[in-house]
Every structure is written in C-alpha cells, then in structure tokens.
C-alpha cells in the first residue's frame, strides 16, 4: 500500500563482515510514507529493488556472516586505498 505523499531520502552506509573481513557499501533510497491511519512506515530500495532496512540483521555478501558492523559511508574506500599504498615486505621477508 503506497500513499501519495511521501518524503524520499537516499543514504549510504558502509558494512564490514567480523567473520570473514569483507567490506563493502551500499547506497539506498529510503521512501518515508504515512498509512491511511496516520501510521509511519519506511520502505528502503537499492539498485531499485525493495530491500530489507540496512539496520537490521545485514548479511555478509561474501560469506553470509551476520556479524556486521555498521559504519558511516567512504571507509570501506578510505582502507582499501590505504592498503593499496601500504608498502609490502620483500617475498620471504616476516612482518
């Protein structure tokens, strides 16, 4: 049940799997609506496909760990851009 007027948002997040280290984003578009009683409901969308809120029970793409933090969006780019600089010991060489 939709109704006319709604209130859309679109947000980001940033997902990092505890079990296996997968990170990942994800952009969502957040449709804020009213039932005919007055009631709020929010309804979230990604890649146009209705999808469950990010705030619960996310999943892991890569293993499908539930273990996931939530972080504000850019980080997952911030650390894969600085591992890629991070220089890398010799071959044969222990850290």
Known sequence: MRDTHRETVTESYA?????????????YRIEHHVDPLGHPFVLYFAD?????SPLSRPRCPDCGGGRIRLMRSGLVERVEHALDRAPRPAPGKRI
Do not use: Q
């Open 15 to 27: 997902f990092a799997c505890l079990s296996c280290g997968h990170g990942w984003e994800r952009t």
């Open 48 to 52: 146009e496909e209705r999808v469950p």
